[in-house]
């Protein structure tokens, strides 16, 4: 007799029944009861979906934080990459700290060079350009630079004649509001802090002031555009191959004023060597950055990083000479007989081709053949 409670066929059951024998074989382990003691809501929410899982950083602390970027800064004015620091900055967690970078960039800059002084200017456009630093927080890394004056006016007494520059400059630029110099009139606390303003004042307001801004820091090589310098660099090693006159091109570079830049200028040099393809032009080259490291001129550093700019550039520079592989080696032999590179550096130097198709009686197979070296120097 049939009964609302009868199981159905195959004794798979119904409301209330255990189900077909041998069922609970089948099992997956998971219970989708809300009301079974063994479910388990975290389970049922993450079946059948991908989960995604991903590092976040610490924040840095303000000593952390300083620790971290001012070799940052101090590699820039080598350089002179923002690009570099921005994708540098890019690593760390410093959400709530962003007002410390150009706190600190101009910290650092009060014991430098003008030309330094305005490579900071430019990187704090770019961090505000780039919307790494909100004008908000610009703001308020030049109030705690005001507020910080009277300490750091101990080690640089001119600290708040060049924090006016850098304040003027940043409205000049656009990273300040023009607001900013008269929101603090008649709320000043210290002498340095009032003197800062007034300079930052003189200067916004002095005739054609947003345009003479622009060169703030003198006329130093700083203040050029990159371009501008590596055409003069060039230029200047033409007329070198052509005179010979190495006290000439140390009076150039004196008034170029980028001694951070002349990595460039060893870049330079060694491109022309291989575009010239000349004994002549290779011997010259080598005398004159022999005469320019004596003489401390040029780094090792510069040195270093130079070769290895050009390491870098043979592939595109092959293109034009085909030869230019080889002529790198015959030049990194002069420069080792003339205390340009060391033993190791020169093992460093890259061989055209970085990999050959071997014979049929090798299977066809891809062999490495002779590989450039790509760790520093």
């Known amino acids: 007799?049939?009964?609302?409670?009868?199981?159905?066929?195959?004794?798979?059951?119904?409301?209330?029944?255990?189900?077909?024998p041998g069922s609970e074989?089948?099992?997956?382990?998971?219970?989708?009861?809300?009301k079974d003691p063994n479910y388990d809501s975290d389970t049922q929410f993450q079946k059948g979906q991908d989960?995604?899982?991903?590092?976040?950083?610490?924040?840095?602390t303000g000593e952390e934080l300083a620790n971290y970027v001012e070799p940052i800064i101090q590699e820039y004015f080598e350089h002179g990459d923002t690009s570099e620091v921005v994708e540098c900055l890019e690593e760390i967690n410093i959400e709530q700290q962003r007002h410390e970078l150009p706190k600190l960039a101009v910290t650092i800059?009060?014991?430098?060079?003008?030309?330094?002084?305005?490579?900071?200017?430019?990187?704090?456009?770019d961090l505000f350009g780039k919307k790494v630093v909100t004008e908000e927080e610009m703001a308020t890394a030049f109030d705690f630079l005001l507020e910080d004056l009277q300490d750091l006016s101990l080690d640089t007494p001119e600290a708040p004649q060049i924090v006016g520059q850098f304040i003027a400059r940043a409205v000049a630029d656009d990273c300040l509001p023009p607001k900013f110099v008269r929101s603090y009139k008649g709320k000043v606390e210290t002498d340095h802090a009032q003197k800062a303003l007034n300079k930052a004042d003189t200067l916004l307001n002095m005739k054609h002031g947003m345009v003479r801004l622009d060169n703030v820091w003198g006329v130093g090589g700083g203040?050029?555009?990159?371009?501008?310098l590596i055409k003069k660099m060039v230029l200047l090693l033409k007329e070198y191959i052509s005179s010979d006159d190495i006290v000439e091109v140390e009076r150039l570079l004196q008034e170029l004023d980028v001694p951070h830049f002349h990595h460039e200028l060893v870049y330079e040099a060694i491109v022309i060597v291989i575009e010239d393809t000349g004994e002549r032009s290779a011997h010259s080259i080598a005398k004159l950055l022999k005469s320019l490291y004596g003489?401390?001129?040029?780094?090792?550093?510069?040195?270093?990083?130079?070769?290895?700019?050009?390491?870098?550039?043979?592939?595109d520079l092959c293109l034009d000479v085909p030869s230019a592989y080889s002529l790198m080696d015959?030049?990194?032999?002069?420069?080792?007989?003339e205390g340009l590179m060391s033993a190791k550096m020169r093992a460093k130097v890259p061989v055209r081709?970085?990999?050959?198709?071997?014979?049929?009686g090798d299977g066809g197979l891809v062999k490495e053949s002779i590989l450039s070296k790509e760790s520093s120097f």
Request: with cysteine; net charge negative; charged share 25%.
């Open 25 to 34: 074989i089948a099992e997956e382990g998971e219970c989708n009861d809300e």
């Open 1 to 20: 007799m049939d009964t609302k409670h009868d199981t159905e066929e195959g004794g798979a059951g119904g409301k209330g029944t255990w189900g077909a």
């Open 330 to 337: 015959r030049f990194a032999d002069i420069c080792v007989t």
């Open 295 to 315: 003489s401390a001129i040029v780094t090792w550093d510069q040195l270093v990083r130079g070769f290895q700019r050009v390491f870098n550039a043979l592939p």
């Open 109 to 125: 800059a009060l014991e430098k060079k003008p030309a330094q002084r305005e490579m900071t200017s430019i990187l704090i456009s």
């Open 353 to 360: 081709g970085r990999k050959r198709f071997v014979s049929e």
């Open 51 to 60: 989960s995604y899982f991903s590092s976040v950083a610490p924040p840095l």
């Open 223 to 228: 203040i050029r555009p990159v371009k501008h």
